[in-house]
């Protein structure tokens, strides 16, 4: 295929497909008339049924004079022809098909509906002839329906409103079905102070868990399945903070598959970033664990799916996806971020995004726009909304069949467009509505994922482009984490076996890199734990700087310390002699320090030479983690050695020798001095 051309065909497919498919106001005009209630699935010699009511506006005019106009438009091929029909109605007062195909007319007064200003009536179908009671719908299939209030031929009230013409028993019908799966997030958090106390936003976190109970049983009365995403903490703390109500939930949930989610919130985005990926699996499993133990077990929970309403980088999308992740669920407004978005293309397409990864690609379901926008704002009633709802399903199914595509490759994720819990007001119609049209299946999003085919245009996927997510935040965290880890081993080294405190310790420590913990708060919890961890080593007095005099080449040295706390510590001591001099035999092993009284650590010390040498005394922790910096000491030796000996030993006998020499030599004087003298 030529490739300019394919790009130009893309192009269109895009700018046709966006600029059909921009949301519009779906709040209902003042003179609108309300759609109370209205049969959707209507056989070929059906009726369509409805019950509307007139607009505040017109609660006064006289109705004896006017009358119902039902139309049929022509049937609705694809999915991208439905929006122009629905913006036509949007932006014209009043509301017309631009190519009506028969019309029936009744006068209110004949149909008189359950309460005041409401007007029930019912329009036979005709597949073979023209008749002026009924509508001629000769083919299955979607159509729009307008309901007008006519008086003197002009139009004063309408509504837009859809049909599906089931097949006739001579009719071909396809049993394929498109698959919609429903995503439902939550969006309440935990919150962790410097003490490791957990603590959720009582108002909204019931709230919320109140709506999506009601959801889930919206859901569970027409036997439809949705996944969905609840951190593991928040579940825990709701069992302590509405047990009835967190009972009720378990049971609920039982029925549908709960998203695998780390025990403490962390980003798998930053946790890449920051090389963090064996932290984030740990607490996946952790967050496993604690959701087993609250009741979901795991035929409930789910790692094939995950979900996206916040940025994900391509190594966060890898790290889920080596996890067991095989779907990723991004909202409407991410997913339009992304560079290579093709935008609401894909929801005429009902097929699986391509996310580029550093290698390969991830598949991605796209919260569909149109659906979400219409549970998030509803039409003025909760049938007129479902029935939208409805049409945008059938719409695409039909225009995947008359295409010649698989319908069973095809699905839609219906979620709010930031990954919400739905008003149960409008899931259960809608899902009700849903179960009853055929060619619509029900489905998880994990059957999603191995059911539908990737997008491809011209046969060539068109990835989109994940953006970066930076890491230094996580990083800076689990670097004090590891730092405050390494204290807290120094100190329980010290502390005797089974302490509970350090158990303590590690737990806070384990938190820092959750963002459960404010950055705040973080700080104060490793202000709170350094602060205990200096206790516990100051309290163990260690000597000051002091000579030491050695009176021999052997000697035994004492060296005093004194614990002042409350229980037995332990420490190593070391002496070591930088010149040589001094060689001490230091015992490797901890010594125990009894609380309260001084102890004397004696190590054995052998001198080389005599004179003063500089000792350094270090103390450690248990660990060999340094308790306080060197402690300078001075040896001083005053020792005789063998050498010394044998030098005093010769001058002593040199000495006694010149002694006895000298006694001796005055001896003989004192003999020989009488004999000389003169005789008198």
Known sequence: MNPRRGLLTLFGLISTSFLALVPTPANAAQSDLLLISQNFNIAADGALTATVQLPASLASTDMSTALFAITVGQRVDKREDLRPIIDRCADSSPCSLSRPDDTVPISPLCCPGPQPGQYTFSVPLETAEVRPDALSIP???????????????RIISTVLTFINRLAAPDEAASDAALSVGFAIGTHSEVHLDSKGVTSLDDTSTISEMTSLADALDALDASSVPATVRIEPAVLNGLQQLDSSLFTRLVAALQLHRVVAETQWPLDASEASAANQQALFTSWLRDGQDQLSALGLGPSVMTRSTIFANTPISPEGATLQRDLGAALMVVTPDLYDSLDGTIYFFSDNKGELIQAQLPIGTFDTAVIDHGISDLLAT??????????????????????????????DRRSVVIGTPDLGVPDAALLGPITALMAQTPGLRAATLDDVALRTDALLIDDVEHPVTLPQVDGTGLATRVFKQATLNNEIDGVESMLPDGSDEPTGWHDLANLLPTTALAVRDADDMI????????????????????????????????????????????????????????????????????????????????????????????????????????????????????????????????????????????RRRRQVDPDTLPVS
């Open 527 to 666: 202000a709170t734990v350094e602060s205990q961890l200096t206790d516990v080593r100051d309290s163990v007095q260690v000597p000051e700087p002091y000579t030491v005099n050695l009176a021999g080449k052997s000697s035994t040295v004492r060296i005093r310390f004194v614990n002042n706390s409350d229980v037995t510590l332990r420490i190593k001591v070391q002496l070591t002699s930088p010149s040589g001099k001094l060689v001490f035999a230091n015992n490797p092993d901890a010594v125990e320090l009894p609380p309260g009284v001084p102890t004397n650590i004696p190590i054995q010390v052998e001198a080389r030479s005599n004179g003063t040498s500089g000792v350094s005394l270090d103390v450690f922790m248990p660990n060999d983690a340094e308790l306080v910096p060197t402690i300078p000491l001075k040896f001083r030796v005053n020792a005789l050695g063998v050498g010394n000996v044998v030098t005093i030993v010769v001058f002593v006998l040199v000495l006694l020798w010149w002694l006895e020499h000298w006694r001796s030599t005055r």
């Open 139 to 153: 083919r299955a299939g979607l159509y729009p329906i307008t309901i007008e209030v006519q008086r003197g031929g």
């Open 378 to 407: 509803p039409l003025a009633t909760p049938e007129l909304t479902r029935i939208y709802v409805v049409a945008n399903l059938l719409a695409l199914r039909q225009g995947i069949e008359i295409a010649g595509d698989d319908v």
